[in-house]
Each structure stands twice: as C-alpha cells, then as structure tokens.
Nanobody, 124 residues
Framework: QVQLVESGGGLVQAGGSLRLSCAASGGSFSSYAMGWFRQAPGKEREFVTAITRSGGRTAYADSVKGRFSISRDNAKNTVYLQMNSLKPEDTAVYYC?????????????????WGQGTQVTVSS
C-alpha cells in the first residue's frame, strides 16, 4: 500500500506559476501510474493530468493543456505538477493519486490511493 503526500500549494496571482510535488512511500512507486485531480468548492473532483509508470506517456484535461506539465522521478518516488499561466478558475484542492493497473485514465474511480490534497488559490 502506498501513501501519498502533496506539497507546494499556495496563493499566487493570475499568470503566475506553482510546482506541486507528491511524494510516495510504502510501496513500489514505479509500479503505479500517477494522476492529478482537483476539486473546487461546490464542484466534483475533476481530472487534471496523468502519467504512465515509466513516464513515457501523459494525458491532460483540455482546460490545462499547454499550461500544466506532469513529470515523475521514480528514483525519488515523486510526481510533479508544474502549473504555469495560472487562472482564477484553477483555484481548487489538488490531489495526487496512484493507479496500480497503469490505466492512467481520467476517471477518479480508476485510482487506488489518494493524497490528502494541497490548496491552490489563484487571485485575479
């Protein structure tokens, strides 16, 4: 079983950047595809991006494509989310998640383990 801890959230002005990290422990990190999801107040949790076990393939929600970038370092058991050109509508709690089946899909039901989330707030 893997434990996930996100960090790097905070308050940033529109147009700014943040880099989120998700550190994994207690399992074989390289055997999991990883994803990032977010949930804004009053809204459902939504897919942001995902990456395969090896890091060779990625997927993005249309709303973040070209602005966000996911990467992973299997030697450090960490997945990253680089967020550029942030907009107020990116404000949400961001969660990382691990997928043991390597489906790296867009549905949160595909993911087995979740972090506690980190708040990202973008001011206009």
């Amino acid at each position: 079983q893997v434990q996930l801890v996100e960090s790097g959230g905070g308050l940033v002005q529109a147009g700014g950047s943040l880099r989120l990290s998700c550190a994994a422990s207690g399992g074989s990190f390289s055997s999991y595809a990883m994803g990032w999801f977010r949930q804004a107040p009053g809204k459902e949790r939504e897919f942001v991006t995902a990456i395969t076990r090896s890091g060779g393939r990625t997927a993005y929600a249309d709303s973040v494509k070209g602005r966000f970038s996911i990467s992973r370092d299997n030697a450090k058991n960490t997945v990253y989310l680089q967020m550029n050109s942030l907009k107020p509508e990116d404000t949400a709690v961001y969660y990382c998640a691990a997928d043991s089946a390597n489906l790296w899909g867009r549905s949160y039901s595909l993911y087995d383990y979740w972090g506690q989330g980190t708040q990202v707030t973008v001011s206009s």
